[in-house]
């Protein structure tokens, strides 16, 4: 089965930085695009970034030049710097292939303190 592991959360103080990584395994066909996305308590899902097989990268207004996406083989990584306390929420990742098949990850839990 397809796996989509995420990894690197945890608690970190306003201003720092994490970065989280999700790793894929399985039969995953090749990849078209992967993203992160977060969700904060009470609140919808929301998007966070796309990093695309050809290295497009686009990112929600909340995190442009704060976040960066990044991928390598079956690989997306989620640098956070400059980290804020709105910016805490479950991460999680999303990878959808050619055949546009839609896979996730469980989530990992961001904290930002004041």
């Known amino acids: 089965q397809v796996q989509l592991v995420e990894s690197g959360g945890g608690l970190v103080q306003t201003g720092g930085s994490l970065r989280l990584s999700c790793a894929v395994s399985?039969?995953?066909?090749?990849?078209?695009?992967m993203r992160w996305y977060r969700q904060a308590p009470g609140k919808q899902r929301e998007w966070v970034a796309t990093?695309?097989?050809?290295?497009s990268t686009s990112y929600a207004d909340s995190v442009r030049g704060r976040f960066t996406i990044s991928s390598a083989k079956n690989t997306v990584y989620l640098q956070m710097n400059s980290l804020k306390p709105e910016d805490t929420a479950v991460y999680y990742c999303n990878l959808k292939n050619v055949r546009n098949d839609d896979y996730w990850g469980r989530g990992i839990q961001v904290t930002v303190s004041s």
């Open positions: 399985g039969s995953i066909y090749s990849i078209n695009y």
């Open positions: 990093v695309t097989s050809g290295g």
